[in-house]
């Protein structure tokens, strides 16, 4: 007995002993190997994105980990820096890219890693790449479309392909990244992301993978998301709920976007020297489609199948009793002329406007009141918006086709046919307006022209026009029965407008015909021939042109039209007036004063 528990004694001391030397043997062997696969495996990370990139980028990082049981390793201080030495020599050849990248981040996570396979077969593959918090900057070169030479353009694969026969990376995630695009002559970021996250899936390099059509970038996708970005500065909240996108789908929909003014109008306006229009944006959601994002990266063109946008509901509003900025020319800012400025060429086959509802709201000191003019569901489609050189070359018409619901009441269909090519910014537009009854539109009329119309209805509105910076010229069908209108003038200090009565009965018995047409007669034309001051807009002009024609067919075509240089002027002697009355009746009220004592 005491024979066989001495026997198991031995037996288990030869057990740990054994057990003890081979933990010590294999401890040995896992530095050895970290000692010896560390620096291999930092010198051909370095390599493979020299020889990948043809020498453009540059690989640096601090200290590289490795757990050799587990497959995972970690890399500190990592950034990848393009050599602006091959930069020049590929622009000098005509094959530089649009686009360099720097990339810094302080950790990046290799997880699965086969590091057997990866030394002794030349094969990669690893579960998953990621790096949390990087800095990430695109900077954009305005340089000219590279010259492709398949003669002796190398696929990634086959620069890698020396020391490497495949790397296959299942995921790689890209956590809160700070993301600036950024101009490369001025080095300013022309936009900054905050919180990006991105997602590449299934990224596989090998000898048929650089031949397969279904990848992009040898991967099945990139996906990208941003969520909860706000931002304010001294007028405006933004927001906007989450961008999300795919490479591979080529698509991205932003959704929840607003940008909220953080004073009422009145206010807001009298914060600014000068008159400025105040927004009041918030859209549902904004998706692109058939995004040619390969071309925006090789050549810095963006170009979308279609863009949709809405629903949606915009207020604009803008302070009449401020003056425009000086030397202040808004025809630059007509669509398709701003689109002509944009440093980013654009082509977008169809913009899709879906159920928008749109308020634009002036207020006239001269009244003190605020009148509203309503589009609402507003949709339609504009075909062909570009500012490339060579699609324009090939159809210099933009195309938009639109109906709204106007003042809540009526319908009204409108097509414009912009000219992309022409440099006073021409554009022809023609449709027509549904029956209403007129006075509907004394919301407008009273507190900004100061006429309240009494009776008249409208059977249609068709125009025809075409127009430029310079001003419009066409012509006006106004259909319309039984009108009559009443001249009001302003009250004092905010008090109810009041009518001019012998005015009103000389402009309804001389001047204003009761229909159009008249019993036995023909239908009027309205001839549109109006000059648009720099301060007019590209909305005010396209509806200033109708609007003149209105008057024509009315009679009122001999009462000039005030510019809005005209009408400030008129208000800047309104002000003046006002303020002389108030000193006239503090002083007559001083005056009692002083006799009663």
């Known amino acids: 007995m005491e024979q066989e528990k001495s026997g198991n004694k031995r037996w288990w001391k030869w057990l740990l002993g054994s057990l003890i030397f081979f933990l010590f043997l294999l401890g040995g062997t896992v530095i050895y190997l970290h000692a010896k696969w560390k620096p291999v495996i930092a010198e051909k990370l370095k390599a493979g994105i020299l020889e990948g990139s043809g020498g453009l980028y540059t690989l640096n990082f601090k200290d590289i980990h490795l757990q050799l049981f587990s497959g995972t390793a970690s890399i500190d201080e990592m950034s990848l820096s393009p050599d602006t030495a091959v930069f020049n020599q590929l622009k000098l050849q005509g094959k530089a890219p649009i686009h360099l990248f720097q990339l810094k981040v302080k950790k990046l996570q290799v997880n699965h890693l086969g590091l057997v396979k990866a030394y002794f077969k030349k094969t990669i593959h690893i579960n998953s790449i990621v790096l949390d918090q990087p800095s990430i900057n695109m900077i954009h070169y305005k340089l000219k479309k590279k010259i492709k030479d398949s003669t002796n353009s190398k696929t990634v694969y086959q620069l890698l392909s020396k020391s490497l026969r ?33 997602n590449i899936k299934d990224l596989l390099i090998d000898s048929l993978s650089q031949f397969d059509t279904t990848r992009f970038l040898y991967t099945k996708d990139i996906s990208f998301e941003v969520n909860g970005y706000q931002a304010k500065d001294k007028m405006y909240f933004k927001k906007l709920d989450t961008i999300t996108g795919s490479l591979v789908n080529r698509n991205v929909l ?23 229009d105040r927004y009041n944006l918030d859209f549902d959601q904004i998706s692109l489609r058939g995004v040619d994002f390969p071309g925006f990266l090789d050549e810095g063109t963006f170009h979308a199948k279609k863009i949709s946008i809405g629903p949606a509901k ?15 020319n808004k025809g630059k800012n007509f669509p398709h002329l701003a689109l002509r400025r944009l440093n980013l060429p654009v082509i977008v086959d169809t913009l899709k406007i879906d159920n928008i509802d749109l308020a634009y709201t002036e207020y006239n000191p001269i009244s003190q009141q605020k009148g509203t003019i309503y589009f609402q569901n507003l949709q339609g489609q504009v075909l062909h918006v570009s500012n490339d050189s060579l699609t324009v070359l090939k159809n210099k018409y933009a195309i938009a086709n ?6 809540k009441k009526s319908r009204i269909d409108i097509k414009i046919d912009f000219n992309l090519t022409d440099p006073n910014g021409a554009f022809h537009y023609s449709g027509g ?27 249609k509105v068709d125009f025809d026009i075409q127009a430029n910076t310079h001003g419009s010229k066409g012509k006006v069908h106004f259909y319309y029965s039984d009108l009559k209108v009443k001249l009001l003038k302003e009250g004092e200090d905010g008090a109810p407008a009041k009518k001019k009565g012998l005015l009103s009965f000389l402009a309804n018995k001389l001047l204003i015909v009761d229909a159009n047409p008249l019993k036995g007669e023909a239908p009027r034309t309205g001839i549109v021939t109006f000059e648009r001051s720099p301060a007019a807009s590209f909305f005010n002009l396209l509806w200033k042109g109708v ?18 240089e005209k009408a400030m002027e008129v208000i800047k002697d309104k002000k003046e007036e006002r303020k002389e009355k108030r000193a006239k009746r503090e002083q007559k009220r001083a005056e009692r004063r002083k006799n009663k004592t």
Do not use: C
Request: glycine fraction near 6%; charge should be positive.
């Open 433 to 459: 307006v549904a029956a209403m009854d007129l006075t509907d539109l004394n919301v407008i009329s009273k507190p900004l022209g100061l006429i309240e119309i009494e009776s008249g209805k409208m059977q």
């Open 166 to 198: 495949s790397l296959d990376i299942d995921a790689i995630r890209i956590v809160n990244a700070d993301f600036d695009y950024i101009d490369a002559a001025s080095q300013q970021p022309l936009h900054r992301i905050k919180k990006l996250n991105l």
């Open 314 to 328: 915009l207020g604009i509003f803008l302070n009449r009793e401020l003056p425009p900025p000086p030397n202040l």
């Open 254 to 276: 932003l959704k929840g976007f607003k940008m909220i003014p953080r004073y009422p109008d009145l206010k807001f306006s009298r914060m600014h020297a000068y008159g400025k």
């Open 402 to 407: 639109l109906s709204a619901l106007v003042m």
């Open 547 to 564: 609007f003149v024609g209105m008057r024509e067919t009315v009679g009122l075509g001999i009462v000039p039209v005030k510019t809005p």
